[in-house]
């Protein structure tokens, strides 16, 4: 399949803002309250967080139907993520994901979450400052978020009216700024994608469990081949995002970020892993031992410095005590006196006042 231009992704870009401008502006306003009330988390708190195990990340095609059996069987074996429609399915066959993300303006709360809100308590929502704000407004466990940085700068107006200045890659749709969220922080051993179809089966339903007859008309633009070359359809945007996709696995490749595509059928051009497969394969590994290369990094990601001037000293004891710190070094930037003289004698005075009366 042929890459994006900077042209297509520039159109995308400028047409989708055409379109919901409006709409985000607002949502990025409500978005602000809910990001204050919750302390204004930051996404430090998941650097790392999966070196040495392996993470199930969960689209809604089609294709997840028959993984269902088997990410039940081995969720205790992985950590599951999900779309935000796709909590819903998921929450029904007794499988309970770590994270969701939530990006789109209409995802619909009522249909896709309100039944559930009371079991969001043990699950991360990660969600785009210009999604559905009922979604973090209702949600009951910890709320993380996040602007869209494209190549038109959104990003800049958005993050202003939300606060939030954590950005990741505009993705096109919210299947791919998961794989995008997740790739960029966690460090797991390997990510393995299922649901990410971008079409469906001429018989088969569009989303998981779900038929949707309507868009199966009017967003049915490509009669394509799957990559084992089954006759399939999609649309535009999903011809797109795939394509996008392709894209960013292609540049994360040299960061030695693993990721195994087990969707089918799927436009995706990635390489195909069975997920059962996969999943034995991580259950055998289990919670893999850190090297100590690695340590230091989780450590070096986290650490916090304090600086402090001369006169605040007598406070080092206290910082270094507090129940919640555990230092684990503690460095001193000094220079000599005779550093600081000479440095001052050649530091620009202030520039004096023009003469003169008004």
């Known amino acids: 399949m042929k890459a994006l231009s900077s042209d297509e992704v520039l159109k995308q870009s400028r047409g989708a803002m055409a379109q919901w401008e409006p709409r985000w502006r607002e949502d990025c306003k409500r978005m602000k309250v809910v990001f204050e009330q919750r302390g204004k988390p930051t996404h430090r708190d998941f650097l790392l967080r999966g070196t040495g195990r392996r993470c199930v990340l969960v689209g809604l095609g089609a294709s997840l139907e028959k993984q269902i059996p088997y990410l039940r069987e081995y969720q205790n074996d992985v950590d599951i993520m999900c779309v935000d429609k796709g909590f819903q399915a998921l929450m029904e066959k007794g499988i309970t994901p770590k994270l969701v993300m939530m990006a789109d303006a209409l995802v619909d709360y009522d249909k896709y979450l309100k039944p559930w809100i009371e079991r ?16 973090p407004e209702n949600w009951r466990g910890p709320v993380y978020m996040y602007v869209n940085k494209d190549n038109i700068n959104s990003e800049v107006d958005f993050s202003a009216l939300s606060g939030v200045t954590e ?37 088969g339903n569009y989303y998981a469990f779900q038929w949707e007859s309507g868009k199966r008309g009017y967003m049915k633009h490509i ?23 392709k894209m960013y696995l292609q540049s994360i490749t040299s960061a030695r970020i693993a990721v195994r595509n087990c969707s089918s059928p799927t436009i995706l051009e990635w390489p195909y892993s069975e997920l059962l497969q996969q999943l034995k394969m991580a259950r055998a590994a289990k919670q893999r031992a850190w090297t100590q290369q690695e340590a230091e990094q989780f450590f070096a990601g986290h650490a916090q410095q304090v600086d402090l001037r001369p006169d605040q000293l007598q406070d080092l004891n206290g910082l270094l005590s507090a129940p919640a710190m555990q230092p684990l070094t503690v460095s001193v930037r000094s220079v000599t006196k005779e550093c600081v003289e000479f440095a001052k004698a050649r530091i620009p005075q202030a520039p004096q006042p023009v003469g003169g009366t008004a």
């Open 223 to 245: 009669d394509a081949l799957s990559i084992k070359g089954e006759w399939v359809y999609s649309s535009a945007n999903l011809n797109f995002s795939s394509r996008w996709l």
């Open 167 to 203: 950005a990741i890659p505009a993705g096109s749709n919210v299947g791919n700024a998961l794989v995008c969220f997740t790739t960029q922080l966690f460090g797991y051993d390997r990510f393995l994608l299922i649901g990410f179809d971008f079409c469906w089966a001429p018989n």
């Open 120 to 135: 969001t308590t043990r699950t991360i929502l990660v969600c785009c400052v210009t999604g559905n704000p009922l979604w």
